[in-house]
């Protein structure tokens, strides 16, 4: 049973006259659900437990779970029954939709929309939380919730139940330190948005003794924990100390120690801002002194670099001309992550590829069948995967497809693309600056705020413009020129002499409560915008079913890796291949017959593999469904892999293969999923540098890898 979108909700089904045995399941996605250790049930199928003639599914005290599929299994009756009603048992806390947002491309209103509900649909009765699937992590999480936050507020305007969440995560660390920052950012970003200084004094110490300790473990190489489930971040616990999140965590010190100095200010607090704005000039100042810092960042700390305002012209020339120019690399693997690239986007402004990137990455989620934004997600997935087929499983575990820490584009939409921005608290003043690039046409929505709901409309095919300011306020709107010379405008059927303009906009200044009408004479065509191609430095060669365990036939010329044999004649690199490291599985052996083709030797009477654990040790442990392969080169050289695959117990597995640069960690070729490998197949890459393979579960109790073969025969 599809139920069409995903609820927080539990299955139960009516039957008086039930004969025999039945189980009920629930999943999100087309086929039965398994998620990590931690909650109560894993196994999202169970018997049902029965009241009078209602039989419900209950895997949790809660009872509630993610729910977009349902399963009734019949497994066997004495007597012809019948089931007479089916239905979900839905969780929602009240929260009506006070934004708004719509453009003149369906898929980004598609998106704006599908962030708003995965919110509300995630909403507990008392703070943020992600129940959907319930992997054992209810409750609020510090940095999980700053996204999930600021989309919040200018959707829903539920200001008190922010503010209970940030005294709920106030003294809920979970001893990430990056999160611990992002806790002052939902701060800041609620006062931003509400004005509400006592609600801010209230948390001052808790804001302050963050930014405090940030300053005691700045340039330490402090253990971070986590950063992001991006292979660039240290894919999620897995390393999250390398040098791309120490520098992307000072530069987020940097970026809020003189955010929050601004809100210090606004509440009198002089000295305090003064202190925290030192802080934030000292380290620039020592990042300066070291020469070219910016050479070692890569994607994710460059856009922190200029988030913090470490934004000069080389900065911004690589961001532009390297990463954000690359289709594939400039998405990250957790939307919670890219929201802060699209930040920097808009920051230097690359509007188009923030665009692009949006539909590519939230985009891909709407069509491959998401009703709600997932954990993690590559574009690829919508392209080798059927229809709300099973998803790959990664560093993060088993994957969430309901997750509300990827909600922060609907906040950057409203914010940048609507362009509604507070300039003091609680939007006492506030601007709006539309920034359509060269895709969009038109745009309008509504942004709610204390003193009322501003609403905005701009379209640039008819030069009609119009902003409701309410009353209390006072606005800063931006006419966009989107690229065009403009003749004239009228404001309120007036010709109108703006204040000032920049390259983007001609500027209408002190505009208090009323509707403003501004009709404008565009000269000239809009250019339009064509997304750059998806480029991979490495090539997929392809899947090869027939050759099965004659690897000798077809490859291994060069040299070879057999997973799991301990001798050492299993192991012959080539010259120019250092090493081969495995991270994560075990080393299985599996017993064999001579007559199976699939053995990787005839007359061998077993076939080794690296693989996960078994389903009772390490298969259902969080962040335990993935191991990775890497290849060390000892020089330069281009070189063909193949890897072999083989379900050995014919179980029906499936697993993806990602494979990344050895060194950048970057997305090198598609992702692959191999389904049906009971006979053996052989994935055959061709690189010319150090390469990591990924290999992620999607199906079965694990997944297993039997061989690496160097070169061509």
């Not at 992590?137 to 503010?163: E, I, K, M």
């Not at 993690?376 to 990664?394: E, I, S």
């Not at 259902?620 to 060390?632: E, G, H, K, S």
């Not at 050895?662 to 490998?677: C, M, Q, S």
């Amino acid at each position: 049973m599809d139920f069409g979108v995903e609820y927080a909700a539990w299955l139960e089904i009516d039957s008086p006259d039930l004969s025999g045995h039945i189980t009920l399941g629930i999943s999100e996605y087309n086929k039965p659900a398994f998620v990590n250790s931690g909650p109560k049930s894993p196994a999202k199928t169970a018997e049902p437990v029965r009241y009078g003639d209602t039989y419900r599914l209950e895997l949790n005290d809660e009872l509630y779970e993610g729910v977009r599929f349902g399963f009734i299994n019949i497994t066997g009756f004495d007597k012809p029954f019948h089931i007479t009603q089916i239905r979900l048992v839905c969780q929602l806390k009240p929260a009506n939709y006070n934004g708004s947002f719509s453009c003149d491309n369906e898929l980004l209103n598609k998106i704006w929309y599908t962030a708003a509900y995965v919110l509300r649909v995630n909403f507990k009765k008392d703070y943020f939380a992600a129940i959907l699937m319930d992997r054992g992590d209810r409750h609020s999480w510090t940095g999980d919730a700053y996204t999930a936050q600021a989309a919040a507020l200018p959707c829903f305007a539920n200001y008190d139940f922010v503010l209970e969440n940030l005294h709920y995560t106030a003294v809920h660390p979970n001893g990430i330190e990056s999160f611990e920052l992002y806790w002052v950012q939902s701060l800041i970003d609620y006062y931003e948005y509400t004005g509400d200084k006592n609600g801010v004094r209230e948390l001052l110490p808790h804001a302050l003794n963050r930014l405090d300790h940030a300053y005691e473990i700045y340039g330490t190489n402090p253990p971070l924990g986590f950063f992001g489930w991006d292979e660039r971040l240290g894919a999620g616990f897995e390393a999250p100390g390398i040098l791309e999140n120490q520098y992307s965590y000072s530069f987020l010190a940097i970026e809020v120690w003189k955010a929050f100095a601004v809100v210090l200010e606004d509440l009198g607090e002089k000295m305090a801002a003064e202190q925290y704005r030192g802080y934030a000039a000292q380290k620039i100042a020592g990042l300066k002194s070291t020469g070219a810092w910016h050479k070692r960042c890569g994607l994710h700390a460059l856009c922190g670099a200029v988030n913090a305002g470490l934004d000069d012209c080389e900065v911004r020339d690589k961001l532009r001309n390297k990463y954000f120019a690359d289709r594939v690399n400039r998405v990250s693997y957790s939307p919670f992550n890219e929201y802060f690239i699209l930040q920097a986007m808009s920051k230097i402004g690359s509007y188009d590829a923030a665009i692009s990137s949006i539909l590519d990455l939230w985009g891909g989620q709407i069509k491959y069948g998401g009703t709600t934004f997932f954990e993690t997600f590559r574009p690829d997935w919508a392209n080798v995967l059927g229809a709300n087929d099973p998803v790959p499983n990664n560093q993060a575990g088993y994957t969430s497809l309901a997750h509300p820490w990827s909600a922060g584009v609907l906040a950057w939409l409203s914010e940048e693309i609507l362009g509604i921005k507070a300039e003091k608290a609680g939007f006492k003043t506030f601007t709006v600056t539309p920034h359509l690039g060269r895709q969009l046409n038109r745009v309008s929505g509504e942004m709610p705020t204390p003193y009322g709901t501003i609403s905005a409309s701009f379209d640039m095919e008819t030069g009609h413009h119009v902003v409701m300011v309410p009353s209390g306020t006072t606005a800063t709107v931006g006419v966009p020129k989107a690229g065009r010379a403009i003749i004239y405008i009228k404001q309120n059927g007036r010709l109108a002499s703006a204040s000032h303009e920049d390259q983007d906009f001609i500027y209408f200044t002190f505009l208090t409560a009323g509707e403003y009408r501004f009709d404008v004479l565009y000269e000239g065509e809009k250019r339009g915008y064509i997304p750059p191609e998806y480029k991979y430095p490495a090539d997929f060669l392809g899947f090869d079913r027939e050759t099965k365990g004659q690897w000798g036939l077809a490859y291994g010329k060069d040299g070879y890796w057999l997973c799991g044999y301990p001798s050492d004649n299993a192991k012959q690199l080539p010259d120019y291949v250092s090493n081969i490291r495995f991270a994560k599985g075990e080393d299985r052996t599996f017993t064999a017959v001579s007559s199976e083709a699939r053995s990787m030797y005839s007359n061998r009477d077993n076939i080794g593999a690296r693989a996960l654990g078994g389903y009772q040790s390490r298969y259902n442990q969080a962040c335990y469904q993935t191991f990775t392969v890497d290849i060390d080169l000892a020089y330069d050289h281009t070189y063909t892999v193949a890897l072999y695959f083989v379900d050995w117990e014919k179980e029906g597995k499936s697993l993806a293969v990602e494979m990344f640069d050895g060194k950048t960690f970057e997305l090198v070729a598609p992702v692959r999923i191999v389904e049906d490998h009971r006979e053996g197949v052989y994935a055959i890459y061709k690189y010319n540098r150090p390469a990591r393979f990924r290999i992620d579960h999607i199906r079965g109790e694990y997944v297993s890898l039997s061989g690496l073969f160097f070169g061509l025969n």
